[in-house]
């Protein structure tokens, strides 16, 4: 793989990041890579690890989603060659946030996941953002890995109406 197109799939993920409202997971980024058939996943996960290696991005894990976000080097390296996208390509990348924004912004507001913390016992990490800032951030223990799972599917599905009782509850 010639490393100006290397170059061009590191710019297009920074590119993606600075544009987005809210953050972005692998998978959002991967999703629309791949969709738009500019490279394959082999050499995607290779941008990724050039990426983070020279410290233009940060990886955060939860659950099994990986958030990216762009570092100040990162910012500045756009600066220097974001000129080098094709404005076709910026263009689509502007579509995709236009049409998918409440999508993307769904997708990473509300987070559950669950981890094991010992022999049969599991704590379930559920929260709730908005424009990146907490509005909930809730860890309960759990028993069984079914009942951890339990709370997240639950978590995904009532969040607002959770979120509702306990502040009516609070006030």
Request: proline fraction near 2%.
């Amino acid at each position: 793989m010639s490393s100006q197109y290397l170059t061009l799939y590191k710019m297009i993920v920074l590119y993606m990041l600075k544009r987005s409202k809210d953050r972005l997971s692998k998978a959002q980024i991967y999703d629309f890579i791949l969709e738009s058939e500019y490279t394959n996943f082999l050499t995607l996960q290779e941008v990724f690890s050039e990426l983070a290696e020279s410290e233009l991005i940060t990886e955060t894990s939860e659950g099994n989603r990986t958030y990216l976000e762009m570092t100040k080097d990162g910012e500045e390296t756009l600066g220097f060659f974001e000129n080098r996208i094709n404005p076709a390509i910026r263009e689509q990348i502007n579509t995709y946030f236009k049409e998918n924004g409440m999508k993307i912004r769904d997708y990473s507001a509300i987070n559950a996941y669950y981890k094991k913390t010992g022999e049969n016992e599991y704590e379930a990490y559920l929260s709730a953002t908005e424009s990146g800032n907490p509005l909930v951030e809730i860890k309960l223990p759990a028993f069984t890995e079914a009942m951890a799972e339990s709370f997240c599917e639950n978590w995904k599905k009532k969040n607002q109406s959770i979120y509702q009782y306990i502040m009516k509850e609070l006030m």
